[in-house]
């Protein structure tokens, strides 16, 4: 029996996306989909030494169907996200970190460079950006732990706020011929922005107040300008603090809900990650048996984040040697599970997530290929 065309038509079709030749979504330009990354985690997070966002764009115009994710973009990898077409890696670990002099064929990460510009593939990277979130990497970490709450080891603060200036300088003045001079030798100053003037009362006398936002070192000659002309006295000096950022920052502080043995924390964190081993640092006067009720976690190399934190745990990536022993000589225990185990599992959340994020208008997949380096022999 014949069947109708129109059912003959999606079965093609169906056929055809099965083999992948079709795409089931939409296409986004690259600088759209770029900035639709950079709202899902502001690159302001990431710390001040990474090197974030769009590393390699190919010539415009560039429109993206398979957007392609991973840890670590080694050269197997990126032969993999070729084979499947992507159009944008997004590669938690930027492959371009030093400069690059040069683009050749000499070095596996120039031809990292190479072989995404010959098959017009954008490399984008979060790394740090993504630590900070909430719901990021740290968090996805801390859920191995069991049900606890977290707070930031290192508090992210607001980025634009305040948007200019350390310090906010406020004065009064009776006399505008004066203020009038003084304003216009203030504005030859660099470093002042937000300076405004606002009738104020003072001790019952009708004045104007000043208000002006400097830097550090703008601030020195403000105070010497104000000195010289008798203002210094009748002067406030504000520091402007930038706002922290609620469940956001580096590392996570973790209390459990219930304590639980060293032994039965390092089975769920090796369940959580798919590992069979992990590697563990016992804490002087400790054993096996006792209870972790505080445990504090970073992703990846997480020395620096948790270094002189009180804790009953520290669950990391890698940790130098004589970090361990200074632990361990705390009475703190030391879980190290080797550098991307601890963020590489985020990738399958953060496709789910992204998915919601970019509205489905993308073809979002994970690396096979993608794994830690290091193996127990």
């Known amino acids: 029996m014949l069947l109708p065309r129109i059912q003959l038509l999606h079965r093609l079709l169906r056929c055809t996306r099965a083999l992948g030749h079709l795409p089931t979504r939409s296409l986004m330009d690259l600088g759209e989909l770029v900035s639709a990354l950079n709202g899902f985690a502001s690159l302001s997070l990431a710390e001040s030494w990474d090197n974030v966002g769009l590393l390699v764009e190919p010539s415009p115009p560039h429109t993206v169907n398979t957007l392609f994710l991973t840890n670590d973009l080694t050269e197997e990898v990126?032969?993999?996200?070729?084979?499947?077409?992507?159009?944008?890696?997004?590669?938690?670990?930027?492959?371009?970190?030093?400069?690059?002099?040069?683009?050749?064929?000499?070095?596996?990460?120039?031809?990292?460079?190479?072989?995404?510009?010959?098959?017009?593939?954008?490399?984008?990277?979060?790394?740090?950006?993504?630590?900070?979130?909430?719901?990021?990497?740290?968090?996805?970490?801390?859920?191995?732990?069991?049900?606890?709450?977290?707070?930031?080891?290192?508090?992210?603060?607001?980025?634009?706020?305040?948007?200019?200036?350390?310090?906010?300088?406020?004065?009064?003045?009776?006399?505008?011929e004066h203020l009038d001079t003084v304003l216009s030798k203030i504005k030859t100053i660099q470093e002042i922005s937000c300076v405004t003037t606002l009738p104020a009362r003072v001790e019952g006398e009708e004045q104007t107040r000043v208000s002006l936002n400097c830097s550090q070192k703008a601030l020195l000659e403000v105070v010497a300008l104000l000195s010289q002309n008798n203002l210094y006295q009748r002067t406030e000096i504000l520091l402007l603090q930038k706002p922290l950022l609620p469940h956001t920052g580096m590392g996570r502080l973790c209390t459990l809900?219930?304590?639980?043995?060293?032994?039965?924390?390092?089975?769920?964190?090796?369940?959580?990650?798919?590992?069979?081993?992990?590697?563990?640092?016992?804490?002087?006067?400790?054993?096996?048996?006792?209870?972790?009720?505080?445990?504090?976690?970073?992703?990846?190399?997480?020395?620096?984040?948790?270094?002189?934190?009180?804790?009953?745990?520290?669950?990391?990536?890698?940790?130098?040697?004589?970090?361990?022993?200074?632990?361990?000589?705390?009475?703190?225990?030391?879980?190290?599970?080797?550098?991307?185990?601890?963020?590489?599992?985020?990738?399958?959340?953060l496709r789910d997530m992204l998915a919601i994020h970019l509205q489905n208008k993308v073809n979002i997949i994970v690396s096979e290929k993608d794994r830690d380096p290091l193996q127990v022999a």
């Open 78 to 176: 990126m032969e993999e996200a070729v084979q499947k077409k992507a159009d944008l890696i997004l590669s938690y670990h930027p492959p371009v970190f030093a400069p690059l002099k040069r683009v050749t064929w000499k070095t596996w990460k120039e031809r990292l460079v190479v072989r995404a510009l010959e098959h017009r593939i954008g490399i984008y990277s979060p790394h740090t950006s993504y630590d900070a979130i909430p719901h990021g990497v740290n968090d996805w970490l801390a859920k191995g732990l069991g049900a606890c709450t977290s707070v930031p080891l290192r508090p992210s603060t607001a980025p634009s706020c305040p948007a200019e200036g350390t310090h906010r300088v406020e004065f009064c003045t009776d006399n505008p």
């Open 257 to 349: 809900s219930e304590p639980v043995s060293l032994s039965d924390i390092t089975e769920r964190i090796k369940s959580h990650l798919k590992l069979p081993h992990v590697r563990l640092a016992v804490g002087m006067g400790k054993t096996l048996e006792s209870l972790v009720k505080k445990a504090a976690l970073c992703a990846g190399s997480g020395t620096s984040v948790l270094k002189g934190m009180e804790a009953d745990l520290y669950l990391t990536g890698e940790m130098p040697h004589h970090d361990v022993l200074d632990a361990v000589a705390n009475g703190i225990s030391v879980i190290l599970c080797e550098h991307s185990n601890t963020e590489r599992g985020f990738l399958t959340e």
